[in-house]
């Protein structure tokens, strides 16, 4: 599958799409943060202004300005999610190919993924969150430590699948070195499912980091989505006034939308590591292609089709859609005495006729 198939196959998804254009906008905010924002996150102005001009989201207790916090807050969030999520689908990953491959190291590797995976991740974060000191690199490490078993669990299952395909042990018959099969087959191979995992990794980290930020186990020096919630929490008029509207709204909103484009995005990548999802989910128009496509000559390995239901109905061979099994055959038809191409009915019966290019197969 080459890399402009896969755009293709990822574009053909709306959810992907939109989820691409929404992630696309927080990171051109995050990256645009220091020309966007028309003041310093860390200057102080009067408390408690309302949104105008001047500040587009008011200010907070403190004389800080929202929106230049909510700028911060999205370079923190995504740089923390990002790194994160990337380190450890990388260690993830190669631990999965590793433990695919060697049973032996396999085993021992699982019954460590499997200790990770019985403790709830979020709670032990919290616990070990509260005694170390707070802030970016701790957080990073914390995520890192609990993000790969999931990776490796979902790697390793895709290589025992693929260690199993003929390029596999095509390589194995002409002496290749484990290394080179596992660093030019395997890995690649495992690379959709785990950008899979990459995107839920994502996720699951902005929204850890708010959550801890919310608790006050973030550092409070930084420009956070967390951390600005947990400092509207503890206004005291926060609900009977006003001020929730730009205060608590737009980073709570910020959060959904960043997970909402990340869960998008995730679906569209499923698509792309799952070819029953995306014959299932492919529309008929994507399919023209192959709906005049008869069978190879000589080939030995059966496949299945649906038959379009008119195309049948005007040929007055079956009523509605019917699954037939088409397979290479010496026997001659009973119809017409080809000996090239003959089906049977869904229910393993006789055989009917020879179809040959009369039927369009999708």
Same mark, same amino acid.
């Given at each position: 599958?080459?890399?402009?198939?896969?755009?293709?196959?990822?574009?053909?998804?709306?959810?992907?799409r939109?989820?691409?254009?929404?992630?696309a906008?927080?990171?051109?905010?995050?990256?645009?943060?220091?020309?966007?924002?028309?003041h310093?996150?860390?200057?102080?102005?009067?408390?408690?202004?309302?949104?105008?001009?001047?500040h587009?989201?008011?200010?907070?207790?403190?004389?800080?300005?929202?929106?230049?916090?909510?700028l911060q807050?999205?370079?923190?969030?995504?740089?923390?999610?990002?790194?994160?999520?990337?380190?450890?689908?990388?260690?993830?990953a #190669? +631990?999965?190919?590793? @433990?695919?491959?060697?049973? !032996?190291?396999?085993?021992? &590797?699982?019954? /460590?993924?499997?200790?990770? *995976?019985?403790?709830?991740?979020?709670?032990?974060?919290?616990?070990?969150?509260?005694f170390?000191?707070?802030?970016?690199?701790?957080?990073?490490?914390?995520?890192?430590l609990?993000?790969?078993?999931?990776?490796?669990?979902?790697v390793?299952?895709?290589?025992?699948?693929?260690?199993?395909?003929?390029? #596999? +042990?095509a390589?194995? @018959?002409?002496?290749?070195? !484990?290394?080179?099969?596992? &660093?030019?087959? /395997?890995?690649?191979?495992? *690379?959709?499912?785990?950008?899979?995992?990459?995107?839920?990794?994502?996720?699951?980290?902005?929204?850890a980091?708010?959550?801890?930020?919310?608790m006050?186990?973030?550092?409070?020096?930084?420009?956070?989505?967390?951390?600005?919630?947990?400092?509207?929490?503890?206004?005291?008029?926060?609900?009977?006034?006003?001020?929730?509207q730009?205060?608590?709204?737009?980073? !709570?909103?910020?959060?959904? &939308?960043?997970? /909402?484009?990340?869960a998008? *995005?995730?679906?569209g990548?499923?698509?792309?590591?799952?070819?029953?999802?995306?014959a299932?989910?492919?529309?008929?128009?994507i399919?023209k292609?192959?709906?005049?496509?008869?069978?190879r000559?000589?080939t030995?390995?059966?496949?299945?089709?649906?038959a379009?239901?008119?195309?049948?109905?005007?040929?007055?061979?079956?009523?509605?859609?019917?699954?037939?099994t088409?397979?290479?055959?010496?026997?001659?038809? /009973?119809?017409?005495?080809?000996?090239?191409?003959?089906?049977?009915?869904?229910?393993?019966?006789?055989?009917?006729?020879?179809?040959?290019?009369?039927?369009?197969f999708?």
């Amino acid at each position: 599958m080459t890399l402009r198939h896969i755009i293709s196959i990822f574009l053909e998804d709306r959810l992907a799409r939109i989820g691409l254009l929404l992630l696309a906008l927080f990171v051109g905010a995050a990256v645009l943060a220091p020309w966007l924002s028309p003041h310093d996150p860390h200057r102080m102005f009067d408390g408690m202004l309302p949104p105008s001009r001047d500040h587009l989201l008011g200010t907070n207790d403190l004389g800080y300005d929202l929106f230049a916090e909510l700028l911060q807050g999205a370079r923190y969030s995504l740089a923390l999610a990002a790194s994160a999520a990337v380190v450890s689908t990388l260690i993830g990953a #190669v +631990l999965g190919v590793v @433990a695919g491959y060697y049973r !032996g190291a396999g085993f021992v &590797l699982m019954r /460590l993924v499997d200790v990770f *995976l019985a403790v709830p991740r979020f709670p032990l974060i919290v616990l070990i969150a509260a005694f170390a000191r707070p802030g970016f690199l701790t957080l990073f490490l914390f995520f890192v430590l609990f993000g790969w078993p999931s990776v490796a669990r979902i790697v390793r299952a895709r290589i025992l699948t693929e260690r199993q395909q003929e390029y #596999v +042990l095509a390589a194995h @018959a002409i002496g290749a070195p !484990g290394r080179r099969i596992m &660093l030019r087959h /395997l890995l690649p191979a495992s *690379l959709p499912v785990a950008f899979v995992r990459f995107v839920a990794e994502m996720q699951h980290v902005i929204m850890a980091e708010a959550g801890l930020s919310f608790m006050g186990l973030g550092n409070p020096t930084t420009r956070s989505w967390g951390m600005t919630l947990s400092y509207a929490s503890r206004y005291p008029a926060l609900l009977i006034t006003d001020v929730w509207q730009w205060w608590v709204l737009p980073p !709570g909103l910020a959060i959904t &939308l960043i997970c /909402l484009a990340l869960a998008f *995005l995730g679906l569209g990548l499923e698509r792309v590591s799952n070819p029953r999802l995306r014959a299932a989910a492919a529309p008929a128009g994507i399919r023209k292609s192959t709906e005049n496509r008869a069978p190879r000559k000589g080939t030995t390995r059966g496949w299945t089709r649906y038959a379009r239901s008119h195309q049948l109905e005007r040929e007055g061979l079956v009523s509605g859609l019917v699954r037939l099994t088409m397979r290479s055959s010496a026997a001659p038809c /009973l119809s017409c005495g080809s000996s090239r191409t003959v089906c049977q009915d869904t229910d393993g019966g006789a055989e009917i006729r020879c179809i040959k290019k009369q039927a369009l197969f999708q």
